[in-house]
């Protein structure tokens, strides 16, 4: 057994949980090392208190999970089975008496929640994520090795969207640009869907690309992830094609101003709520602040967005080996929109910033 599902195992039999249930599959992945999207399909791993866990998988995806690595027992079923059915039995083997049950309370949807009620109706229901969540949230040597180089192919695609901006390219011209490029050096995946925004199409945070053609004077924002090894990457940068105005210029440097004051205060024992509180006071202060809609950050590993959350009101120590995103933005509709974004590990020292494409505004001529 491996030592993340003996750590989980320990953490049941100090809350006298019975079995917890997992099927979400970035977790899956984090307890076992299988990588997999069963689309509707159950994958799911349990784990006891004081007996050995066992996988449940579509059975096409057996040989896969065992090349992956997990040794334990693994049932495979067939598109015609009761998968929770079969997951029940094989839970009962282990537990005949299961009156507490935890369940990824954030993942799990309705429908097998309202079946593992069924099945277990006389077990009390409580979150997985208590622990999980402070089991991912600090990376280990071999999870920061792969995030780093989901950060290189990063910096890397920035540095093609940049070196594609051309008078009259479209935004998804240059999105496309950036992914085919990427796939010629290995990478399957992005974290999440690319953002290329010019114009005022910058001022939505979460703008969709399009054919919107890029024209002289515009702010191009690019905000972007790569997957390498099952860990993912996420950075924005905002440059500049031809000369700005004075309103843009002060937006790009306002932000800029905001996200160094972060980088400088984020280290082990300083609480989120503070990081975030250095970069929103910096854009308040330029008279900005209704224009920064967001949280400052987010915890980032297996999935592009998981814990912490860095708002203003979490007052959670930052310890060493944390992996979050600091992305402060300013957003003016009809304007422009700015946001830079890194990510960055907390060290002995202070922090390593992860992403390394330059921030100081760049010019395209």
Excluded at 176 to 203: C, D, P, Q, R
Excluded at 283 to 304: C, K, N, Q, T, W
Excluded at 314 to 331: A, D, H, Q, R, S
């Amino acid at each position: 057994m491996t030592d993340r599902l003996s750590a989980l195992s320990g953490w049941m039999r100090e809350k006298d949980i019975d079995v917890v249930f997992i099927s979400s599959p970035d977790n899956v992945f984090y307890l076992s090392g299988f990588l997999s999207d069963p689309h509707e399909r159950l994958l799911a791993i349990a784990v006891f208190k004081d007996a050995e866990p066992f996988m449940i998988c579509p059975a096409m995806d057996k040989e896969n999970a065992k090349n992956a690595g997990w040794s334990l027992e693994l049932i495979g079923y067939s598109d015609t089975d009761d998968a929770m059915e079969l997951a029940y039995n094989a839970i009962r083997k282990r537990a005949p008496s299961i009156k507490r049950t935890a369940i990824e309370k954030e993942q799990l949807n309705v429908d097998r929640y309202e079946k593992l009620v069924s099945l277990f109706p006389d077990s009390q229901f409580v979150s997985a994520e208590e622990k999980l969540h402070l089991m991912r949230m600090v990376k280990s040597d071999d999870e920061l090795a792969k995030i780093k180089k989901a950060c290189e192919f990063a910096d890397f695609a920035i540095e093609t969207g940049v070196s594609e901006i051309k008078e009259g390219k479209t935004e998804l011209e240059i999105l496309a640009a950036i992914e085919y490029e990427l796939k010629k050096k290995g990478v399957t995946e992005m974290s999440f869907s690319t953002m290329v925004l010019t114009g005022k199409n910058a001022a939505s945070p979460h703008g969709t690309p399009g054919l919107t053609k890029i024209k002289k004077g515009d702010l191009v924002l690019f905000d972007l992830g790569v997957i390498w090894e099952g860990y993912c990457s996420d950075i924005t940068r905002t440059v500049a094609y031809g000369d700005l105005n004075e309103k843009q210029e002060e937006i790009y440097t306002t932000v800029l101003k905001a996200q160094l004051a972060a980088l400088d205060k984020a280290r082990a024992g300083v609480k989120s709520s503070d990081v975030d509180l250095a970069a929103r006071n910096v854009i308040e202060s330029a008279s900005y602040g209704d224009y920064f809609p967001h949280r400052l950050g987010h915890g980032l590993g297996i999935s592009v967005h998981e814990f912490p959350s860095m708002t203003n009101t979490n007052n959670l120590p930052l310890e060493k080996g944390m992996v979050f995103t600091i992305e402060p933005g300013i957003y003016v509709p009809g304007v422009a929109g700015v946001r830079i974004e890194d990510d960055v590990v907390v060290t002995d020292e202070g922090i390593e910033i992860l992403t390394k494409y330059p921030k100081e505004l760049v010019y395209v001529r």
